[in-house]
């Protein structure tokens, strides 16, 4: 079976922190023969550095917009899934919006980012982000709310759509109903619209009043905070008391 998961707040706490649970998860995948595939908004570097630290051969960063994976050789390979024309179309944008709003706090790993870039949003007022964002629809560049940052980007980039491309490459006669996702903010909502099965952790409540497109079952409970309700939920699928 895979697993493809969101990270922040979903395989760690909210308040970033990386439990036991996390290395419980992988444990249990072993076991199994099951695969974990993080879907991330963090950048390329962090796709490196958990495929260089954990037991795993593929994950999706920059929001779907770039895919890591480990080859024969067991050597990191990483494939854009947009357009070059994109890339530096976002280059040319990022250095302009810099220009226009120079105290904008972009992430420290925007540097190291291919597809995206990011702003620490929370160092920000409520009337800034508005006319940071309002920037960004006048020179059609997109943009998505995660729990530590605001992304965005140039062209078609959506987990989902990242999801898809990799399942295509990888595992083209799985199905995707064979597969599940977990998530747990605003910028998991296009794999809740459109995989068919996505699963909530309990901390999903904070933001469900925000979420145009919901997961197919919302954990509840602190027992199904974050990573607990990944470890919880991968243990009935495993035994088919979920479907
Ligand atoms: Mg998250």
């Known amino acids: 079976m895979i697993f493809f998961s969101d990270f922040d707040g979903t395989l760690t706490l909210e308040k970033r922190e990386l439990t036991r649970e996390f290395f419980d998860i992988l444990d249990l995948l072993k076991q199994n023969g099951d695969e974990l595939i993080i879907v991330s908004g963090r950048s390329v570097s962090w796709g490196h550095f958990f495929l260089t630290h954990f037991p795993l ?47 904008v706090p972009m992430s420290v790993d925007s540097f ?37 940052h605001i992304n965005f980007w140039a062209g078609e980039i959506s987990k989902y759509l990242g999801v898809k491309k990799f399942l295509d490459k990888f595992f083209p006669d799985l199905k995707e109903t064979d597969c599940w996702f977990f998530g ?52 009935k699928l495993q035994k088919g008391t979920i479907s």
């Not at 050597?75 to 179309?89: G, N, T, Y």
Request: charged content about 30%; hydrophobic content about 35%; proline content about 4%.
């Open 57 to 103: 051969k593929y994950c999706i960063m920059e929001g779907g917009g770039v895919m890591l994976y480990l080859d024969e050789r067991g050597e990191v390979c990483q494939e854009p899934l947009i357009d070059q024309k994109e890339i530096d179309r976002l280059a040319k944008f990022t250095t302009n919006f810099e220009h226009h709003f120079p105290r």
């Open 112 to 148: 190291g980012r291919l597809t995206d870039r990011a702003i620490e949003f929370h160092l920000m007022d409520a009337e800034w982000i508005r006319e940071a964002l309002d920037f960004m629809d006048k020179h059609k560049i997109n943009y998505s709310k995660s729990n530590v």
């Open 184 to 235: 747990d903010a605003p910028n998991d909502q296009s794999m809740f619209e459109s995989f068919h099965n996505s699963i909530g952790v309990s901390n999903i409540k904070h933001c469900l009043h925000r979420l145009e497109h919901k997961p197919r079952i919302i954990l509840e409970g602190d027992e199904n905070i974050g990573p607990k309700g990944v470890l919880n939920s991968i243990r």
